[in-house]
């Protein structure tokens, strides 16, 4: 169920109060932010307790969301920074468990193997990307935040955000290239 | 063109917007597309864990807890005599808080957990973990912001680093709210708590918005039934309620009964001999610690039956034989040897005694022999969705397999019918998703040898908390608006908007509105037709055609 703009304001100015308010803007995200604290951290438990540190967060700190700021983009800030705490608490960024983070749909049993492979070659492409580049492809392209979200999320004007996405984009398209990997023809819509 | 129109371009492009692209635009497409496509979507979080989280979150809210917003009041109003001690006591805390947090990015130690009988909870960062007596060495640790629940046949300690002491009764739940080595500040949001201050600085136990404050003494919380109880064994506390506060001295106990959404105090003196076993049982640990004892000092012999819990299956309880059994150096009672179980035989462990010790010596270790018979003693957690459910396997040396036995309502669960899980004997716990709100389920733990059942546990039945649904609305002439939520974990498929202008509880299926399909535990409904008077709303959860929870009533516009 999406909530119209006006009435997620009104929510937000409720949260502030109303448990039950602030109960039905977290229905709405919580699954996106799972599914991005997941694809960034690869990890079901980690997930979880990022996405709870998400969300305790944003309850203590809603009343203090600016208006008209975009709470998407403010919700994904948090994560963003609750994934930064996350690696810095464990020393390093660890293995990415992509083979489990590819094959979770349940509709992949009906691809070839060698799609499979492809696929899992392009997401490590991307895990391999500086932390920049690698975090505004996933917001863009996969979490489909909108310029102006994004830049909520990483502090920067909208303006700004065009040009990193593009920089991010060529970094991308470069590294596909030096792969080989120009198009997934069987399968690219 | 320039590369600023070019990234413009692209996110227009990527967009699906129309229009011709340059070649270098065209390329990084291709690009995105094979992200796109090479990307596996989101992966759906755990329903279990997503109700969860709401449910906290809910009953976290400010709006919903009053208690801990006093005990942050309490701290910032301790903060400013901390700065008028002088800057180098802060750096030395701002210091010692960095460390801390270097050391450990989920906040510090402060307090270790020791568990007297059964299996205790502890909910940390929003994930909850068994802990038993022979886990509560490596999984005992609590932090500021964990809770920690008994279940019915258990009891724990918390043991604080700066040597205050907290007891948890059976059934209940403790959260430590805030720390520094000066001011510890819990809230008991169920079930009975004994405290023994042991450093002088503010200790306060918060529940149903009475606090109740020490220096330095020893003195019980116990909440119950909308009442709150705070008998004092050794020296004096101060009781604060919403409406008024009282001194509470050495022998004495206050009372709290709400009336008429107000607190009414009565004092009286204690009497010991109506919780003999639980007085007894903190008593006997205090003189361990060589605490001043007060009143407790003149309590009677410790009952017969060694203290146990409330909720110790009978089983248990008659082969328990008092506190003349030795005790291990953490006072715990060494195995008492064979025993001859039926098989409906529980932990043959009895209940006290435990020290709490920084460094404790490792238990000791049954010898095997011809007559051991294994045994298994249960404890399940009854906070809702999921359902965590501890064993304590003794004398499990012959054991292969350890099977978790589950049925619906109160009923003996047995095997393989009722197995939900076989496991190997290492494992001690199971977190049941597979149960709603409002349901009653029983449990039990077989233990097995090559595939047969050599002992089944203790039964314990829980009753899971029942959904709550939520309705809020608002409306303006003949326009009306209403929202709803639902907290916990019930099948359901679509909502009825149940609508009456003189019925103040419309009823399903009599005053049925209109039908909202089910997309979320949360939907709203706009009338734009509503009655120019008032109208009653109220919203169902239905499944299969069946109501499965009604919300509150409205009264719009």
């Avoid at chain 2, 309705?471 to 916990?488: A, E, R």
């Avoid at chain 2, 706009?526 to 239905?542: E, I, K, Q, T």
């Amino acid at each position: 169920m999406v909530i119209e703009p006006v009435e997620e304001a009104r929510l937000i100015e409720e949260a502030k109060r109303n448990a039950v308010a602030f109960a039905r803007l977290y229905d709405e995200y919580m699954p996106a932010v799972y599914g991005y604290v997941y694809r960034r951290v690869s990890i079901r438990d980690a997930a979880e307790d990022i996405t709870s540190s998400v969300f305790e967060k944003a309850m203590r700190g809603v009343g203090g969301l600016r208006e008209g700021a975009s709470f998407k983009g403010w919700l994904y800030r948090i994560a963003g920074n609750c994934i930064i705490d996350y690696y810095r608490a464990r020393g390093r960024h660890p293995e990415a468990e992509l083979e489990e983070a590819v094959a979770a749909p349940d509709d992949d049993s009906a691809r070839p193997i060698d799609e499979l492979e492809t696929r899992m070659a392009v997401m490590k492409l991307l895990d391999e990307l500086p932390e920049n580049h690698r975090e505004i492809l996933t917001l863009h392209y996969l979490e489909g935040l909108s310029v102006e979200e994004i830049a909520e999320v990483i502090g920067t004007r909208p303006q700004a955000c065009y040009m990193r996405i593009y920089r991010a984009t060529r970094a991308f398209s470069e590294e596909l290239a030096k792969k080989g990997i120009t198009r997934l023809d069987d399968y690219v819509a | 063109m320039s590369r600023k129109s070019t990234a413009q371009e692209l996110v227009r492009a990527a967009a699906g917007g129309a229009g011709p692209v340059s070649p270098d635009v065209s390329a990084l497409l291709e690009a995105v597309a094979v992200l796109k496509a090479a990307d596996g979507g989101h992966v759906a979080p755990d329903p279990a864990f997503a109700a969860s989280l709401r449910q906290r979150l809910i009953e976290e809210h400010p709006s919903a807890v009053a208690a801990p917003v006093k005990a942050e009041e309490r701290s910032r109003r301790r903060i400013w005599p901390t700065v008028a001690v002088g800057a180098t006591a802060l750096a030395a805390i701002a210091l010692a808080a960095i460390l801390f947090f270097v050391v450990s990015p989920a906040g510090p130690t402060v307090a270790r957990l020791t568990v007297q009988n059964g299996a205790v909870q502890v909910t940390s960062q929003g994930r909850t973990r068994p802990v038993t007596a022979s886990t509560d060495k490596k999984n005992g640790d609590v932090k500021a912001g964990d809770t920690v629940a008994t279940f019915s046949g258990s009891r724990a300690t918390l043991s604080f680093l700066n040597k205050d002491v907290t007891r948890l009764e059976a059934a209940s739940t403790m959260k430590v709210d805030s720390y520094d080595s000066r001011d510890v500040g819990l809230v008991l949001k169920s079930g009975k708590a004994y405290c023994r201050v042991v450093r002088h600085g503010d200790f306060t136990v918060s529940c149903n918005g009475v606090e109740v404050t020490a220096t330095g003494t020893a003195f019980g919380v116990d909440s119950h039934d909308g009442v709150v109880d705070s008998p004092v064994f050794e020296g004096t506390v101060k009781v604060v309620w919403p409406t008024g506060s009282r001194s509470v001295s050495q022998g004495k106990q206050l009372t709290l009964t709400k009336k008429n959404g107000r607190y009414v105090p009565t004092m009286k003196d204690i009497d010991p001999t109506a919780d003999l076993s639980w007085l007894a049982f903190n008593r006997d640990l205090d003189k361990r610690l060589k605490l001043p004892l007060g009143i407790l000092g003149a309590l009677g012999a410790t009952p017969p039956n060694g203290n146990l819990p409330p909720g110790t299956p009978p089983a248990q309880q008659s082969s328990s034989p008092g506190s003349s059994k030795p005790s291990d150096s953490r006072g715990r009672q060494s195995s008492p040897g064979p025993v001859a179980s039926s098989p409906t035989a529980t932990n043959p462990q009895p209940g006290p005694q435990p020290t709490p010790q920084p460094n404790p010596t490792p238990e000791p270790t049954p010898g095997p022999g011809p007559q051991v018979t294994p045994s298994v003693s249960l404890s399940v957690a009854s906070a809702g969705p999921p359902v965590v459910v501890s064993w304590s396997v003794q004398n499990g040396e012959s054991v292969t397999g350890v099977a978790v036995l589950k049925g619906a309502g109160v009923m003996d669960p047995s095997y393989p019918g009722n197995s939900v899980l076989t496991t190997s004997p290492a494992t001690s716990s199971y977190r049941d998703k597979d149960v709603e709100s409002g349901g009653t389920y029983s449990y039990r733990i077989a233990l097995l040898s090559d595939g047969s059942v050599v002992a089944y546990s203790n039964r314990q039945t829980v009753s899971t908390p029942p959904p709550q649904l939520s309705l809020d609305g608002k409306g303006q002439g003949t326009s009306v608006y209403i929202s709803w939520s639902l907290s916990g974990v019930v099948h359901i498929d679509s909502w009825a908007v149940l609508r009456s202008g003189n019925n103040p509880s419309p009823s399903f299926p009599t005053d049925q509105y209109a039908t909202v399909g089910y997309s979320g535990p949360s939907g709203s409904f706009s009338d734009s037709n509503a009655s120019p008077n008032r109208d009653y709303y109220r919203v169902a959860g239905l499944y299969q055609g069946r109501v499965i929870v009604k919300s509150n009533t409205v009264l719009l516009p």
